[in-house]
């Protein structure tokens, strides 16, 4: 079953540009989480965001959580061709304990 | 990727094989997944395991196995009952703590031909 689903599908922007990602959720969920994914390799965790939290930041990330809208969005500020890559949200999934939903990703890519 | 080892990174089978992938993990972590990838998609739960020697199943696992005998391994067999095994293959683990947070391996590309 899909939690959440992530908008744009694949977003292309300039070296130094912002790029902003976007996730919407079904259920309730008490955190959600964005991880990052090169091309052809494993899923890298980035940023955890509780229910109770509106907004984090981690560096060049900045993640906000509207659980009223049951959405989040991921900004990456002063992009860089390193930061090509594929974008997932991910929720907790149904009652077993560390199960995760991910969404169905944001292909970014960077152009320098 | 640190931590999560996932051997082999390309795998070749012929149809009709079993073929096992392996991972292992030197995190300490309780739970591990194993999830499958397919182009352009987002990830779909095969097996996950909390605790040595219980593992469930998740949303796909018709034509996969799983065996937890040990804290730091978690091997899954792509049986041949499997229709549609050429995948990208992830493996990840985490704590049985509140963040959730999953550490992935860097996965293994299987091909059936």
């Known amino acids: 079953s899909q939690q959440g689903e992530e908008d744009p599908q694949a977003l292309s922007i300039q070296e130094g540009e912002n790029a902003t990602m976007n996730c919407s959720y079904k259920t309730s969920i008490n955190n959600l989480q964005w991880y990052r994914q090169n091309s052809g390799r494993g899923l890298v965790h980035l940023i955890l965001?509780?229910?109770?939290?509106r907004e984090k930041h981690s560096g060049r990330l900045r993640v906000t959580l509207d659980t009223s809208k049951k959405s989040s969005s991921l900004l990456i500020t002063a992009s860089r061709a390193a930061d090509t890559a594929s974008y997932f949200c991910a929720t907790p999934s149904g009652t077993s304990y560390g199960k995760l939903t991910f969404g169905q990703g944001t292909i970014l890519t960077v152009h320098p | 990727d640190g931590g999560i080892t996932q051997s082999p990174k390309y795998l070749f089978r012929k149809e009709g094989q079993n073929v096992t992938l392996s991972c292992e993990q030197n995190l300490n972590h309780d739970a591990m997944y194993w999830y499958r990838q397919d182009p352009g998609q987002g990830l779909r739960l095969i097996y996950y395991s909390q605790i040595v020697n219980d593992f469930q199943k998740g949303d796909i696992a018709e034509g996969y196995s799983v065996s937890r005998e040990k804290k730091e391994s978690f091997p899954l067999t792509v049986t041949s009952a499997q229709k549609n095994p050429t995948a990208f293959y992830l493996c990840a683990s985490s704590m049985m703590a509140v963040t959730y947070e999953q550490y992935f391996g860097p996965g293994t590309r299987l091909t059936v031909t």
């Open positions: 965001i509780r229910s109770n939290e």
